[in-house]
């Protein structure tokens, strides 16, 4: 990937991109990460340092683009009008509503809720930038319970290379940039979010099958109805973990004329059928209003993994569960 960055700033030249960076309007500091939503399901992400790229030759058109990022007020800004920065606002109600909980002391025992991943190709989400994943955690005890580490299986290749005789060919690299998002409970979907901090982890060719994050620093307290725990493709990135401009869409020529087919990043997701209750959510962030629904064949249609019964993303966790004083 050494050569992607310099590649990007030629492209960029040759397509009219313009550079814009979103900045927070009360200290002008990078609001890293904030979605750029182009309308009629195209957008994109910010990268860590608040820039993001737009051409009217790859998105015509669009007149408005509507950029939002937790804890801020969502901005409209006219095409036309996008200069080199966007001020957003903080949203101080949203940031109130931020649960804050000390730290939990005293003796605990470490519990694990174990993670069912799999090697098979065919039964793996391929995950794309307008989706997000969540899976849903119940509380089945009135102990304070502390989420330690998150258990993350992934499949890092697109094929079976023993299968295709190449197990001793070297792995295809690539870096691929994760946003973890808790959410409580509203109802049986995905509510508020509770903490803004962002958490991020890098996946790539060598990352194992089944990946533990530690996410004890963020001190992520299980409420009393449970938790729901997401993760979401932000892109690829360079060799130095810098998210690049990634296109939503590849265009592919048919004899009915150009389909645009939505890019897939690896790591691939396995998916199972080995979890009696459906707990797996997901919604498409520039489609249908970013609205949660269950990973369920009432609610999506035309899905292999559902046809195959595959209803669950196969997360895991380590959490610390506090004795009683």
């Known amino acids: 990937m050494k050569y992607i960055s310099f590649l990007i700033f030629i492209i960029s030249i040759q397509l009219g991109f313009s550079q814009t960076f979103v900045k927070d309007s009360l200290n002008n500091q990078p609001v890293s990460f904030a979605t750029i939503d182009f309308g009629n399901g195209y957008g994109t992400f910010a990268d860590e340092e608040g820039k993001f790229y737009y051409s009217e030759k790859l998105y015509k058109g669009i007149d408005t683009l509507a950029i939002s990022a937790l804890g801020y007020k969502k901005k409209k800004v006219a095409t036309n009008q996008l200069g ?14 931020v649960i804050v909980t000390a730290t939990p002391k005293g003796k605990y025992k470490l519990v694990t809720l174990k993670p069912n991943g799999h090697e098979d190709y065919f039964k793996c989400w391929l995950p794309t930038i307008e989706s997000e994943i969540a899976v849903f955690f119940p509380n089945n005890s009135p102990n304070t319970k502390r989420i330690s580490k998150l258990l993350l299986p992934i499949k890092t290749e697109a094929k079976n290379w023993d299968k295709r005789h190449k197990d001793k060919h070297e792995k295809r690299p690539f870096s691929t940039l994760f946003r973890v998002q808790f959410y409580d409970n509203n109802n049986g979907l995905p509510g508020d979010v509770l903490t803004y901090e962002k958490i991020l982890f890098i996946a790539n060719q060598d990352t194992d099958p089944i990946f533990e994050f530690d996410v004890t620093n963020s001190n992520i307290i299980i409420p009393e109805d449970g938790i729901f725990v997401s993760i979401q493709v932000l892109g690829y990135t360079d060799k130095d973990g810098k998210l690049l401009p990634n296109k939503k869409y590849k265009e592919v020529e048919t004899k009915r004329g150009t389909v645009k087919v939505s890019t897939t990043f690896r790591p691939l997701l396995p998916f199972t059928d080995q979890i009696a209750s459906k707990h797996t959510y997901v919604k498409r962030i520039f489609h249908n209003n970013g609205e949660w629904v269950l990973f ?4 999506i249609k035309n899905s292999n993994l559902l046809k195959a019964g595959l209803n669950n993303y196969g997360m895991g966790l380590k959490v610390e569960v506090y004795k009683d004083k």
């Open 84 to 97: 080199n920065s966007v001020l957003l606002n903080q949203e101080s109600s949203m940031l109130e509503e």
């Open 296 to 299: 369920d064949q009432k609610n």
